[in-house]
DNA sequence: GTGAAAGCGCTAACAA
DNA sequence: TTGTTAGCGCTTTCAC
């Protein structure tokens, strides 16, 4: 492999018309040969890889940009980084992107529209060919930055009506039913819900599939029962505390993420109350770490690898079926129970 | 704030023409009213500026790019994203990287030297400014790439001898002294340590920290207290039930990383012993989450903050004083033990 | 099949 | 101070 890039007389990095001149061919073969265009014989191809090869040369792609107009970057919009949600599904879309010869540029807003705005001005500005916005909510203001000038765009749950819009539909309800059946049958019948930020289109969403997961389950909910919180692990401990001052108090407490179920964890731990002994908790999403809490978290599953791949899929077929009718404008994620050792039957067996 | 674009008659997004036509100036007073010269009159920088927003004319970085030869980008390369430590470094060096202007382009090699050298490349294509490479070893195969054609770069731990490479040195026997003298002071006598693997610098260096720090506070350490691991909480996890087998077993335990640490919390759970009333735990990183493990975990402090703003600062260095002679290039970033609950006395307080 | 030439949108050197 | 102009390195017609 060589490593040194050849450089000419003046010490310049080796340019398309370097290789040309390497390989005694136009600058036109050569950009054709390495975007593997069937017209170049064969002959050709070979000794303008050669020449590639031996001056170790790297096109530049801000110039290759420019004349075509497409970068092959991605963007990705995510709300909070500090999330380990979010880095897993960057990951794995940034794992997809790569496969597919794309780059992706990572933006975080911590849920500021001034630096959701920002982010997509940049994006902008670095010319991508189409951006996943993964904020759950408060979307608003980037749409129109990035609609009006033409760039494709997923949204996580949050249908917009626009040409170049797409839009993954969640389906939190089969994973929610999920929980509080295997809830019920362990005889819990106290369930609270520490919700999301009612900000957050995802957050109502999930309330919403609890109540009606409740409702189906022939469940009484108690108002109380159910607390805003902000998916962060000192608001679930700070949401459970809450819970535990009242009278009655639930047996089993669902979480709108994992986060959220990881600070209930921590905040009956400080009351000494033993997991899933005293209290059962479920949280949502899954994330790494929710295997290796004490104990593993029982949790319904939202998988990013999923999500990953149902944004990418959406960019992609507005990228590469841009004139198509009946293009796939809508993608469905669904949830999954994943019982682990957070939840037990309630300390004495009657409702 | 106008949000459409306004399009010539041919549908084209305004260019910097479009800005000069509109102004009644030429581009170039364009260009310069943009990148803020002194030279522009305030009066046609008005005009300037509000043909701009009329406009809502967004310039073209990859046209600048292409001309000025400065991306006003900066790679970032670490070694595992599913490590906490890592997204949590990258967020803190795109925070300041944004803050001054830059943009980051992100990869992961997953210690795997083919990916580490696609990562290098895209970089390369990418025409990067500059690249911070967090991999903490294993790094020898990306230099040549990048700093034969004169990027900028700066590694962790890892001095290498060319005048565009600069080093973060991290001084973890600091943090490994304060560990080893408070697991003392507690009456520990039998302190084990489960290391990173040795395929890294860093948990090499590590480990001879904490076999020094040993030494000089008078500790016997028994050869098979030391157990190669690889800072996976699953290796944690494996690494300790190892070190339970034995016959003479440690009533501490300092693990090369958090992730290890919390692999220990979890294998001792299952073993019924209670942290840190059975055994003590100390972890290194301090990440996010060592907050809120069950105990809270004591761990060795190793700001990211710090040592991405040290990553910043000498590629910022290399950019703006090339010339310097008196560059720095060498910078340090040191380790404090922040006491949480996982560290006791051990059951039976006699050596 | 291959090559010549015209830009993509911008910055910077040079003129005025 | 401001404008004119020559490219940056590449893709893509359009001839041949």
Same sequence: chains 1, 2.
């Avoid at 050849?6 to 136009?26: E, F, H, M, Q």
């Avoid at 014989?41 to 090869?53: G, N, T």
């Avoid at 189409?130 to 129109?144: I, K, N, R, Y």
């Avoid at 599939?209 to 608001?235: N, P, Y």
Wanted: charged fraction near 20%.
């Amino acid at each position: 492999m060589p490593r040194k890039p050849n450089r000419n007389a003046t010490g310049k990095l080796p340019d398309i018309r370097a290789v040309a001149s390497v390989a005694k061919v136009s600058i036109a073969t050569v950009s054709r040969t390495m975007n593997g265009s069937p017209l170049v014989s064969e002959r050709l191809s070979k000794r303008v890889w050669q020449a590639i090869k031996q001056l170790n040369y790297l096109p530049n792609t801000h110039a290759r940009t420019l004349v075509s107009g497409r970068s092959r970057i991605l963007g990705i919009i995510v709300e909070n980084i500090s999330n380990p949600f979010f880095p897993e599904l960057i990951q794995s879309f940034e794992e997809i992107a790569v496969t597919h010869g794309y780059e992706i540029l990572v933006s975080s807003t911590n849920s500021d529209p001034a630096v959701l705005a920002a982010c997509a001005r940049r994006m902008l500005e670095r010319k991508v060919d189409g951006v996943a916005v993964m904020t759950f909510g408060e979307e608003e203001p980037v749409l129109d930055q990035l609609t009006y000038r033409d760039v494709p765009i997923v949204l996580a749950e949050f249908k917009v009506d626009d040409p170049k819009a797409s839009t993954i539909l969640l389906d939190y309800s089969t994973g929610i039913n999920q929980a509080i059946h295997h809830l019920s049958e362990l005889g819990h019948r106290a369930i609270a819900f520490l919700a999301g930020p009612h900000s957050l289109h995802s957050a109502i969403t999930r309330e919403n599939d609890f109540r009606a997961a409740m409702e189906s389950a022939g469940l009484q909910l108690q108002k109380r029962w159910v607390i805003e919180c902000d998916h962060t692990l000192k608001g679930g401990a700070a949401g459970f505390e809450q819970l535990s001052r009242l009278a009655s108090r639930p047996t089993a407490v669902v979480c709108s993420n994992d986060m959220t179920a990881i600070g209930v964890l921590r905040a009956a731990y400080m009351q000494s109350l033993r997991v899933p002994h005293d209290l059962s908790v479920i949280g949502l999403d899954d994330i790494d770490f929710a295997e290796f809490t004490l104990p593993p978290l029982t949790t319904i599953r939202l998988s990013r690898a999923d999500l990953a791949r149902a944004a990418f899929n959406a960019l992609r077929a507005q990228l590469e079926e841009a004139g198509n009718p009946r293009l796939q404008r809508e993608f469905l994620v669904s949830t999954t129970l994943v019982v682990r050792d957070s939840t037990a039957a309630p300390p004495s067996s009657a409702a």
